[in-house]
């Protein structure tokens, strides 16, 4: 059993953000800080207090849909919300986890950048630190779009595959989305959910995405906090071959990889038995950093 909540806080700019709580019954483990990922019941479950928040433009999230200005203020909207949170007297003792999947992984990772000390660790699955190539436009068309980003930043012009079905490999889940259950929350929603966007991306939210992963990929010395970073060897979106490489280069002293045999890019959108098998290394995971922390 856990306590659900949905709330809404403002960003700087002025945007109206939605959030989401999951709180188990008795004081938790630690909190969890979700980065384009969601699996809040399992973790309250688990025993950790797990937040949310949908980006500007995303979800239930007030903005232009799916339009990222700078990706620089989503990390400061995480940051300013994850903060305020810590900051509560019940939870200022508690270890501070970031959980983040694909676009959420890269969150994750500049959240740590901006403050290598403050957070505890992060569960990453499948990272962006890198876009597949398969997914990226030819260069001569990528050239073309960055001289036009200044003059129509917000049309929906860039070519692309449809990620969904890329991504999810049980067509049950690539077909609907659940708020929440008791075996896994998806954060990605199918083609009737009018909370997803189903067209071409923006110009300008193409570019952030590229630009922020070839960041990434040059700077991946610098991660220096605990991490497990998952991926399935069948991932078609994010090539799994960058997890690997950022385990070799984090710096981290306490730093753990697992592939999972033909499983695709969700991790969450695999069918239950691979949830289970995802999530029970996840837990383990944080378990075992919680029972030695001293935060």
Not at 234 to 239: G, K, Q
């Amino acid at each position: 059993m856990e306590v659900y909540k949905e709330e809404h806080t403002v960003n700087s700019r002025g945007t109206l953000l939605f959030t989401c709580t999951w709180l188990p019954l008795s004081s938790p483990k630690a909190l969890v800080f979700f980065c384009h990922a969601e699996c809040g019941t399992r973790l309250a479950a688990a025993g950790y207090a797990a937040f949310g928040l949908d980006y500007e433009g995303h979800g239930k999230s007030n903005g232009p849909r799916c339009y990222i200005k700078s990706f620089q203020n989503i990390i400061d909207d995480c940051s300013d919300y994850f903060r305020s949170v810590c900051e509560k007297e019940q939870y200022k003792d508690k270890c501070r986890f970031l959980f983040g999947e694909s676009m959420g992984g890269a969150v994750a990772l500049l959240l740590h950048k901006n403050d290598p000390s403050f957070w505890n660790g992060a569960v990453l699955l499948a990272p962006m630190c890198k876009i597949s190539e398969k997914l990226r436009p030819p260069k001569m068309v990528g050239k073309v779009l960055t001289k036009m980003e200044e003059f129509i930043p917000k049309w929906k012009i860039v070519p692309s595959k449809n990620v969904i079905d890329l991504a999810f490999k049980d067509p049950f889940k690539r077909e609907m989305v659940r708020a929440f259950d008791s075996s896994v929350v998806l954060v990605e929603a199918v083609k009737n959910n009018k909370l997803i966007y189903q067209q071409k991306p923006r110009l300008k939210t193409a570019l952030e995405l590229l630009r922020t992963s070839i960041s990434l990929e040059r700077s991946l010395n610098e991660v220096t906090f605990p991490f497990l970073v998952l991926h399935g060897d069948a991932d078609r979106v994010i090539d799994p071959e960058i997890s690997k490489v950022l385990h070799e280069k984090a710096r981290s002293s306490d730093k753990t990889i697992k592939l999972y045999p033909g499983m695709w890019h969700a991790l969450m959108g695999e069918p239950h038995e691979n949830v289970r098998i995802v999530f029970a290394d996840i837990t383990a995971w944080l378990d075992k950093r919680c029972d030695a922390a001293t935060c």
